[in-house]
């Protein structure tokens, strides 16, 4: 029997350039920024007074007794499942045959450290009994899988930054091995708060470019001094390509294949020998049966920290060889920001919109290009990808060594 | 500080309408929260917690299964705060 095929049939998203993929899609095209100055006050207390929020929040897309159990991330998912369900044509499909996969790097961090807070001022009686559905890691999960009532499987990865790439990369398998027919994949994230900030801020990640913030993520500049923490998320539906075919789905194209690989080097730091992505991107081609010559766009992890950009572009070009000069990357980081888990997510979902508007996303704020990168960024502008059959990868990378490569083809 | 009823059921309205999003003008004294109202054991405890703060009073948690219906919870406040 040959191996079952899997599409995408479905798109949703709430990221900091739009509520949904069309908003979010226009935004990153004309090569937007998400990025603003956080107006809490305690930005104070940090080097970072910036931040990329979603550009519509929750509170404007649903209702309010229902975001009060729900913490941001998991509203989030709700938000962007609900569209990518209605784009799928929200089908009455066999419950047993309905997955869902959906990621988050950190998990309900904001519940956790408000209800700490509560617990300090009113004692155990003031922390909320939705404290606990609130904080785990899979109740983005969880929660979309209620509402949908899929009974296949409910599914969270967790990779850091390449969670949101390891969730779909999950759910290609569970159709592929026949354990369901339909699933809503993606990643979500909700950290903007002093204490993950601080962290990051500890370790040099982030940018402080505070006189700035939409200049400061910068992928492959040679002033690039960090990322910029966004949030927010993406969904995709997939679904087994028969199964779509028989309802009449619309389909955009097909997720062939992924790699997975992990560094063994450091636990935040990448490898920079990039053999660890190398290798991630030859599993993907061959999982996928694609070859490099295939490969039109590279949706790039880039953040914008100095070490990785480059690691990563080494990487690229190693992988790809002379047909790294075919391939148009993109670094969307620079407008979105980084959403840690929700960020493998979100560019699978502007893979997809790329393959069928062929259309490569700029990459904005180089300034001046650093002369250690020697792969094909689109600047400042989208451009055009060609007509016939292609394919594009999108790869994620996460603290502990983590490496995702997703392949995605036209029909 | 005594309490009339009608004081602790708008009281107790406000609170549902709050914690479960049910329309004040349908919580009267004979619904019963989990069948009528479908304030669910989590939300429940909110809702306990939320009277134990505006009325004063405390509500045992081995009470708390007794509070079928909003009456119920009236008839307990009222007393208690007596």
Redesign the interface.
């Known amino acids: 029997m040959s191996q079952r095929r899997v599409v995408v049939t479905g798109l949703g998203a709430t990221t900091p350039l739009g509520g949904d993929v069309a908003s979010t899609w226009a935004a990153l095209i004309a090569g937007k920024s998400g990025v603003r100055l956080l107006t809490e006050d305690w930005r104070e207390l940090l080097p970072v007074h910036f931040a990329a929020r979603v550009a519509i929040e929750p509170a404007d897309q649903m209702?309010?007794?229902?975001m009060?159990?729900l913490d941001r991330s998991e509203q989030f998912a709700l938000v962007a499942s609900r569209e990518a369900w209605k784009d799928a044509g929200a089908p009455d499909v066999d419950k047993e045959r309905l997955g869902v996969v959906i990621a988050s790097g950190i998990g309900g961090v904001i519940t956790l450290l408000d209800q700490f807070d509560n617990l300090k001022e009113k004692g155990a009686?003031?922390v909320?009994?939705?404290t606990v559905?609130m904080l785990m890691p899979n109740g983005p999960a969880a929660n979309v899988g209620l509402e949908l009532q899929a009974r296949a499987g409910v599914h969270t990865p967790v990779s850091a930054c390449a969670s949101g790439a390891e969730a779909i990369g999950y759910a290609l398998e569970m159709i592929r091995t026949n354990r369901a027919d339909i699933i809503v994949s993606g990643g979500v994230e909700a950290a903007i708060h002093q204490l993950p900030m601080a962290g990051f801020a500890a370790m040099k990640a982030l940018s402080t470019r505070n006189d700035a913030p939409e200049r400061a993520s910068r992928p492959y500049d040679a002033d690039r001094d960090g990322f910029v923490l966004g949030e927010g998320g993406g969904v995709l539906v997939l679904e087994e390509y028969e199964h779509a075919k028989a309802r009449g789905a619309k389909i955009y194209c097909e997720l062939v294949g992924q790699g997975l690989s992990s560094d063994g080097y450091h636990i935040a730091a990448p490898d920079p020998d990039g053999s660890g992505v190398r290798r991630a991107i030859k599993f993907a081609l061959a999982n996928a049966n694609l070859s490099t010559k295939d490969i039109v766009h590279l949706n790039a992890h880039a953040t914008s920290t100095p070490a990785g950009d480059v690691a990563e572009a080494n990487a690229l070009r190693l992988a790809l060889g002379k047909d790294a000069d075919h391939v148009a990357v993109s670094a969307t980081k620079s407008m979105t920001g980084h959403l840690l888990g929700g960020a493998g997510a979100i560019e699978s979902v502007f893979i997809v919109k790329a393959l069928q508007e062929r259309l490569a996303p700029p990459t904005i704020n180089i300034e001046n290009l650093d002369p250690a990168v020697t792969i094909d960024v689109v600047r400042d502008t989208a451009r055009s990808l060609p007509s016939g059959q292609i394919a594009a990868l999108n790869d994620s990378f996460g603290f502990g060594g983590h490496n995702v490569v997703l392949a995605f083809a036209t029909l | 500080m005594a309490l009339s009823a009608a004081d602790v059921l708008a009281g107790i309205k406000e609170i549902v309408e709050e914690v479960a999003g049910i329309p004040a003008a349908s919580i009267e004294l004979d619904k019963n929260f989990t069948d009528d109202l479908e304030v669910d054991s989590l939300s429940m405890v909110e809702v306990v917690v939320a009277c134990e703060e505006r009325f004063g009073v405390k509500i045992p948690d081995e009470k708390v299964t007794d509070l079928a219906t909003v009456g119920d919870a009236v008839n307990f406040i009222v007393n208690a705060a007596a």
């Open positions: 209702e309010r007794v229902e009060r159990r009686r003031g909320s009994p939705h559905p």
